[in-house]
Every structure is written in structure tokens, then in C-alpha cells.
């Protein structure tokens, strides 16, 4: 005869798993206090480097990091703007790094906790959740053009939230909590956020790519792409193209319709910022557009956005 289970014992359980969960993660947990905000931080290593999204420090210059009673100066190391990551150092002393985990194999329906500690407690406050979405898109957020990779899950943020980890049910960091947006957690991915902080250790700037067109979302008629063999019904029609830009090069022009970028698929004015990324400045990259009813390749060699005039 099986042996039948005690919902209590289960219920107990999972409470005291979680529980330890948020022990165990505590001591790598900081508030972030910046001149206008608070927020949560997440220590990355021994010496002192703390990761927190970038819009919690917007706007200043003096920051402190706090655990309980300890409160310590720290200084901006450097920041990625685009994808909300913003690097600390603080003052000399010892802490406890979270312990990494792998992003790159997050299913979703996998439990979650979301650990924040703004107002600088003996212990974070947390939320718990599963996995919604992998690889998702925001698009049009905090004035930026597009978030994509990012994390959805169903653990609701609250306010100070930002900047602190999403672990996984071992306690791993697999995220940085950035917002909560359509009832839905929205963290950037460990993965990148590991790739960011250890290019700005090295003091190397985050970059973007850039072409030098202004561009807005149409609708491709029905016909058009039925000819050039295209399954999506939106592009990115050329309106100006900068004198010098790296797109004038290639010989884009105005009414072009921009169709794939690197081999990717552009469907509305989000996506190009979106794929201009550090990887392609300075590379041959392909561009698929339409150009009187006509589908054409070209090549641009994007420059880094800033150098433009260079």
C-alpha cells in the first residue's frame, strides 16, 4: 500500500527550503542608497564589486552600500545604460560573493526568489515565483529602444527591488531584477550581467553600433513579400541617412525598407537598436532590404555610436 503524504510535512518543507534559501543568499544582499533613490545591490566578489541596475544610481555621484548596522562609501565603477547595469566598488573591506549560477539553461516553470534590501535590514525582503518567459523583449522601456534576453517571472518586484538577485531553487544568482512591468518580474539574465561587469572591471565602456539612418516601422504589402520570399509582414523604412554615416557608405538610401540585420529579422524600430551591439562595430555586416519592390543585400561596417564624427 503506498504511503500517504502529509500536505503539512510538504507545506513545512518547502517553507523551510525557502527559508534557507534567503539565509544563504542574505550576506551577498546590499542596499543601495544613491542621492534621489534606494535600491538593492548584489556583491560579485571578495574585494568589494557590487552589481545594481544603472537607473537606481541616475543622477549621482555618492553612493553607500549597507547590511544591517554597516553602512560603507562606495564609488561607481562604470555603467551600461542599455541594459541597466551599473558596477560598484565599495570601500576596502571583506564580503561574501553570490554564488553564480547558469542562465543560459532557465525552462521556464522553474521556482524562483527575488531578494531585495533597500532599507538596509539584517535580512532581505523576498518573493517567489517561477519562471514565465526566457529570452523575452521589452520594448519601449524607461526610454530606451528595447530590452532583449531578459527573464519574466511571475515573483512580484516591489519598489527597491531593482538591482537585487533572482536565484534559483539552489540559491544560484541566475538574474538581476530591473522591473516589474505587465504584472510580470523582469530580470537581466547572469549570463550578461557577468559579460557587462567584467568588461567594466577592466575599464572598458559599454558601446553600441551605429549606422546613421532615422527609420520607422511599415507595413510591407502583401504582394512585395510574397515576391522577395519574406514571412514577416513589418520592416524599417529609411527616412534620412546621416552624411558620412556608415549606412551612407553602404549606399542605403531614403525609402529603403530594412528587412534583416545580421541576419536577424527587423520588423519595427525597435529592433535595430536592439541588434546594433558591440559585436558588430567595426565588422562587415549583412543588411537585407527592400528597394523598389526589389530585395537587395548590402554591406555596412557599423562604428561605435559616439564616433560618428570621427
Not at 6 to 16: F, G, I, Q, R, T
Not at 56 to 82: F, R
Request: proline share 4%; net charge neutral.
Amino acid at each position: 500500500m503506498a504511503q500517504l503524504v502529509n500536505p503539512l510535512e510538504v507545506l513545512k518543507s518547502v517553507s523551510d527550503a525557502a527559508s534557507a534559501l534567503i539565509k544563504k543568499t542574505s550576506a551577498s544582499v546590499v542596499a543601495v542608497k544613491a542621492q534621489m533613490s534606494r535600491g538593492t545591490g548584489v556583491i560579485l566578489t571578495k574585494d568589494g564589486y557590487i552589481v545594481t541596475c544603472n537607473h537606481v544610481l541616475q543622477g549621482c555621484s555618492a553612493v553607500k552600500i549597507g547590511q544591517g548596522e554597516k553602512t560603507v562609501n562606495a564609488k561607481i565603477v562604470g555603467t551600461d545604460p542599455h541594459n541597466d547595469i551599473a558596477l560598484l566598488k565599495a570601500e576596502k573591506g571583506e564580503y561574501t560573493p553570490i554564488s553564480l549560477g547558469d542562465s543560459e539553461k532557465l525552462n521556464v516553470g522553474q521556482y524562483v526568489l527575488a531578494l531585495a534590501n533597500p532599507f538596509n535590514k539584517h535580512q532581505p525582503t523576498a518573493t517567489s515565483g517561477m519562471v514565465t518567459g526566457v529570452n523575452s523583449t521589452i520594448r519601449g522601456w524607461r526610454g530606451m529602444s528595447a530590452m532583449d534576453n531578459v527573464i519574466a517571472t511571475d515573483a512580484q518586484l516591489n519598489p527597491g527591488f531593482s538591482g537585487g538577485p533572482l536565484v534559483d531553487a539552489e540559491g544560484q544568482l541566475i538574474g538581476i531584477n530591473t522591473a516589474y512591468i505587465w504584472q510580470r518580474g523582469i530580470a537581466i539574465p547572469v549570463s550578461k550581467v557577468k559579460l557587462i561587469t567584467d568588461r567594466l572591471m577592466t575599464g572598458r565602456t559599454a558601446q553600441r553600433g551605429y549606422i546613421g539612418v532615422i527609420a520607422n516601422t511599415v507595413t510591407i504589402p502583401q504582394d512585395i513579400a510574397e515576391q522577395a520570399g519574406l514571412e514577416q509582414e513589418t520592416g524599417v523604412m529609411i527616412f534620412s541617412v546621416e552624411v558620412g554615416s556608415p549606412a551612407r557608405k553602404a549606399g542605403l538610401s531614403m525609402g529603403d525598407v530594412l528587412v534583416k540585420f545580421n541576419g536577424k529579422p527587423v520588423t519595427d524600430f525597435y529592433d535595430l537598436p536592439r541588434l546594433l551591439t558591440e559585436d558588430v562595430i567595426g565588422k562587415e555586416t549583412k543588411a537585407t532590404l527592400i528597394r523598389r519592390e526589389t530585395l537587395l543585400e548590402a554591406t555596412i561596417i557599423p562604428t561605435a555610436y559616439g564616433d560618428e564624427q570621427a
